[in-house]
C-alpha cells in the first residue's frame, strides 16, 4: 500500500532542498572569490542558520566534495551536450573544448579546491570520464595524422588540460572578449598539434554552426 508525505513532511522537504541547493549556490560563489572562506561566512551569506548548513554539511570537507561532483556532474553533461556522431577528430575535441569553457568556473573549481582539500586521487576519480574522452579523441586523431603524437595521448591529454585550466583562470581575473572561448579553443587546438590556420577555421565553423542551429 503506497502512502504519501503529510503536508508539513512536504514543505519541510521542499525548503530542506531549497536550502541546500542556496547553500551550494552560495558557496560556489564565496569560495570562487576566497578559498579560504569560513562556513559560517557562507551561511551568513546564503541567509540559512549555522546549524541549517551543518545539518546539510557537516564538514568543510563534506561541503567542497559536494562542489566538486557537481562540477564533475556539469562538465559530464556539457560533453554529452556537445557530443556528434561521426565527427572527425578535430572537430569533436573542438566540441569538447568549446563545452568546457561553457563551465569553465565549476571546472576551475573542480581542480582548484579539490587539490586544496580533497586530494588527487578524488579530482582523478570525479574527472575520469571526462578524461578517458579526451585521451580516446586524442588517440584516434594521432591515428590520423592530425594530432602531434610526440607524446602519448594521456600525456598530451594532461598536458592540455593545464593550458585550459590556466586559460580559465586569467578569463575569471581579468575577462578578456571570449565569451564563446573561440580564442580559447583555437589555442587548445593549436598545442594539440592543429595547424593555425585550421584550428581557428574549425573552431570558427562550429561555432557558426551551432548558433545558426540556435537561431533554428
Known sequence: ????????????????HSNRRRI??????????DPDTSLDSIAQAAGVARRTLYGHF???????????????????????RARTADVDPVEALTRMVLAAWTVGDHYRMLIALGRRHLGEDE?????????????????RGQREGVFADHLPAPVLAQALEALMLALAEENAACPWADPDGEAAATAFLVAAGVAPQRA????????????????G
Open 24 to 33: 551550494l549556490a552560495t558557496a560556489r560563489q564565496k569560495l570562487r572569490n
Open 123 to 139: 579530482i582523478r576519480t570525479t574527472l575520469a570520464p571526462a578524461r578517458a574522452e579526451a585521451v580516446a579523441t586524442l588517440r
Open 200 to 215: 581557428a577555421l574549425q573552431v570558427r565553423e562550429v561555432i557558426g554552426r551551432d548558433r545558426a542551429a540556435g537561431d
Open 58 to 80: 557537516p564538514s568543510r570537507h563534506a561541503l567542497i566534495a559536494d562542489l566538486t561532483q557537481e562540477a564533475g556532474h556539469e562538465l559530464r553533461q556539457a560533453f554529452a
Open 1 to 16: 500500500m503506497q502512502t504519501t508525505d503529510a503536508p508539513g513532511r512536504t514543505v519541510q522537504r521542499k525548503d530542506a
